[in-house]
T-cell receptor, first 115, second 112 residues
């Protein structure tokens, strides 16, 4: 099973709302990622968790708050977003960071629209 | 930072034709991944390459890890309509602890 699941598939929120994106994998992977993707652009890394600890934060604004409750789950909490934050948010997982064969598998994404 | 270039940016081909695209960098990479992305969906991993010179196939897809370690190639044989999409390469310079850099993508359109 090489599946990464994400919920919800679509999300519309106002600038004052608080919402969360969820991601789950059951491949035993120990690294999980959040990416942001704008139309016609490649995925842009936001956060990396390794063994449930935040390993990389690519200078993401604090209105995005990641959380890794356990090795299978990854959340992205959203608060006070701006319209320019509208994008496809992708979750990915890989066996780990310090491994040679470190293929990343992506989920289907959450299409976020901020009004 | 590291940058990857992909060419062509886009291509229009007839169904049944073979397709070639590549990914290049000015830096050496130790891992190359090739993904295909359909509109509104997440990227799907097609092929992973780990050794210079490695040639790997997945059905009608064949990818090669360039011997200079600065490039990779993806070929699709006998294209079909469902091959339409954006193909991304992703490279990693270090085998340990670093993340993948994505190329800008090649948009493939298949004409019936």
């Amino acid at each position: 099973d090489t599946e990464v699941t994400q919920t919800p598939k679509h999300l519309v929120m106002g600038m004052t709302n608080k919402k969360s994106l969820k991601c789950e994998q059951h491949m035993g992977h120990r690294a999980m990622y959040w990416y942001k993707q704008k139309a016609k652009k490649p995925p842009e890394l936001m956060f990396v968790y390794s063994y449930e600890k935040l390993s990389i934060n690519e200078s993401v604004p604090s209105r995005f708050s990641p959380e890794c409750p356990n090795s299978s789950l990854l959340n992205l909490h959203l608060h006070a977003l701006q319209p320019e934050d509208s994008a496809l948010y992708l979750c990915a997982s890989s066996p780990g960071l310090a491994v040679s064969y470190n293929e990343q598998f992506f989920g289907p994404g959450t299409r976020l629209t901020v009004l | 930072g590291q940058q990857l270039n992909q060419s062509p940016q886009s291509m229009f081909i007839q169904e049944g034709e073979d397709v070639s695209m590549n990914c290049t960098s000015s830096s050496i990479f130790n891992t190359w991944l090739w993904y295909k992305q359909d509109p509104g969906e997440g990227p799907v991993l097609l092929i992973a390459l780990y050794k210079a010179g490695e040639l790997t196939s997945n059905g009608r897809l064949t990818a090669q890890f360039g011997i200079t370690r600065k490039d990779s190639f993806l070929n699709i044989s006998a294209s079909i309509p469902s091959d339409v999409g954006i193909y991304f390469c992703a490279g990693r310079q270090d085998n340990y602890g670093q993340n993948f850099v994505f190329g800008p993508g090649t948009r493939l359109s298949v004409l019936p």
